[in-house]
């Protein structure tokens, strides 16, 4: 087996990549990139030039940002079962893998960063208003179980990890179909354990 290696930082975005990674049920090797010159280094710029985490080393292979991590995998190992199957799966998951990557995380940050689009200028963002972006996933999760359907999928660990980490630390209000939908994802056992590993990380860098 072509060995995986992902390149992470615990108090990261690389805990999506690593909890899709516990999914797939595959051998894999960490290495922690610490902030800092470290992470700008010439040696990790050459494995991704935007010098940021995760990354994921999957042979000759390079795969950044979260988003397209967990696509990678999902689509590598098909045994997984975290890839959409039909076409009904197929359309929603990307429908709203993207969302989650573009409107959800774009209207969060700018949220977070204090800015608010005036009103008249919501034809020239994607995401029109955070509050549109809010109500939207909220009418979808609604609705199913999972993002894509009935089954859950590389999509959910993408979108659960969002919606995770924005209502723990209040940039995400807590909503019954957010909070049900992540309940449900984080009783997952490969969640369980991925949260696991990053908090020992967590824990050995600050005793260190």
């Not at 980490?165 to 009783?187: C, D, H, N």
């Amino acid at each position: 087996m072509t060995s995986l290696l992902l390149y992470t930082n615990p108090m990261s975005r690389g805990r999506i990549a690593r909890w899709m990674l516990e999914e797939v049920g595959v051998p894999y090797e960490v290495k922690v990139v610490p902030y800092g010159p470290q992470m700008k280094s010439p040696d990790y710029l050459a494995v991704n030039p935007m010098g940021k985490v995760p990354a994921l080393q999957h042979g000759e292979n390079v795969v950044t940002e979260c988003a397209a991590i967990i696509a990678y995998l999902a689509d590598v190992f098909p045994e997984a079962d975290l890839a959409p199957k039909t076409d009904a799966e197929r359309a929603a998951y990307y429908r709203w893998m993207f969302f989650a990557a573009g409107p959800l995380e774009a209207a969060t940050v700018n949220r977070n960063l204090g800015f608010v689009v005036p009103d008249d200028k919501r034809g020239m963002v994607g995401y029109g208003s955070f509050e549109t972006v809010l109500g939207t996933l909220e009418a979808a999760l609604a609705k199913t179980s999972y993002i894509a359907g009935d089954r859950f999928t590389g999509a959910d660990v993408y979108l659960g990890s969002h919606l995770m980490w924005g209502m723990q630390f209040g940039s995400i209000e807590k909503r019954p179909a957010f909070e049900t939908y992540v309940a449900r994802l984080a009783q997952r056992p490969a969640h369980v354990k991925a949260t696991e590993l990053d908090d020992a990380l967590v824990a050995a860098q600050q005793t260190a």
